[in-house]
């Protein structure tokens, strides 16, 4: 027995000699690039550097696909990572100004905001991009139907350190809405923004400004601060659709705790830099939307 054991293991020995020596040959498959092997990331380099990924794959066609690729996408150097929230310092007063809550907190401060999203990616990653060139933060209020279309803009969005707000489902007038339909356009925005990136949104802005007492309730009931504007661009207006008309607008109706309407449009993107640059040259700065106690009540 004991001979047939060490023949046995001669022949294993053998065989482990003659696999090593055919190894090599594999080795060139694996390293044809000077010795590396490449990561998944490089074969999408302009995801990478910030260009849409939806310019030649489309969202509704190949929604899988769009889903993998982000999977896959690696982290760019300069992302925006998780930061420590500052300290609510601030609360919104009841024609929707930010205000300090306590004497000696800085004032000339404005709340920048941005409705009816998420729409393109091009769009959102160059007011992401701007906003962090100036390091400003800001809500994103978005519609669910938009959402459900492009879950990865919303990533996008929270993943740069933004708020996410609730617009409503469909962007209808809630004001002429019946309760039902009131719950079902509020609930189904916390419920996907939830399932989507781990959070429900704290913010609520109702489209058109049309509201009433139960548009209030509900907006409470889901833990949110119902607001609408202080400092409106116009960038929906057909007479102001240019960057310039953005600016102006909002420099005209400038004031300490200013809670800035506006859209996800070209022309608001396009006014963007000029905007915050023009609001630091006039001594502002950008609020954190984490700074805002939505529970406050002055006076106690």
């Known amino acids: 027995m004991n001979r047939i054991g060490r023949a046995c293991a001669l022949l294993l020995l053998a065989s482990a000699l003659t696999a090593c020596a055919a190894s090599p040959t594999n080795a060139p498959d694996q390293s044809a690039s000077g010795g590396s092997v ?89 007011m992401i991009d701007t906003l962090a060139k100036h390091d400003a933060k800001a809500i994103f209020f978005v519609n669910g139907f938009r959402v459900e279309k492009q879950p990865e803009l919303l990533v996008q969005l929270h993943e740069a350190g933004h708020a996410i707000g609730n617009h409503s489902w469909d962007h209808i007038e809630l004001g002429k809405a019946t309760d039902e339909e009131i719950n079902r356009q509020l609930e189904d925005v916390q419920s996907i923004v939830q399932e989507t990136i781990g959070s429900a949104p704290k913010f609520f802005r109702p489209p058109f400004a049309s509201s009433n007492d139960y548009v209030r309730q509900k907006a409470k009931e889901e833990g949110m601060l119902f607001m609408t504007w202080s400092n409106g661009s116009l960038d929906w207006d057909r007479n102001h659709q240019t960057p310039e008309a953005v600016v102006n607008n909002v420099l005209e109706q400038l004031h300490p705790g200013a809670n800035i309407l506006m859209h996800e449009l070209e022309w608001t993107a396009e006014a963007l830099d000029t905007l915050l640059t023009r609001l630091t040259e006039e001594g502002y700065t950008f609020l954190d939307p984490r700074a805002i106690d939505i529970d406050y009540v002055p006076g106690t």
């Not at 489309?58 to 999977?71: C, I, K, Y």
């Not at 990572?81 to 401060?109: F, H, W």
């Open 38 to 126: 490449s990561s998944p990331g490089e074969a999408i380099p302009n995801d990478a550097d910030g260009e849409s990924a939806g310019s030649d794959i489309s969202s509704e066609d190949e929604p899988g696909q769009q889903e993998q690729n982000a999977a896959e996408r690696p982290a760019a150097e300069d992302a925006v990572l998780p930061d420590e929230a500052p300290a609510a310092d601030y609360y919104m007063n009841s024609v929707y100004r930010i205000v300090p809550k306590e004497d000696g907190v800085e004032n000339k401060v404005v709340l920048l905001t941005f409705d009816d999203g998420p729409k393109e990616q091009a769009m959102i990653t160059s």
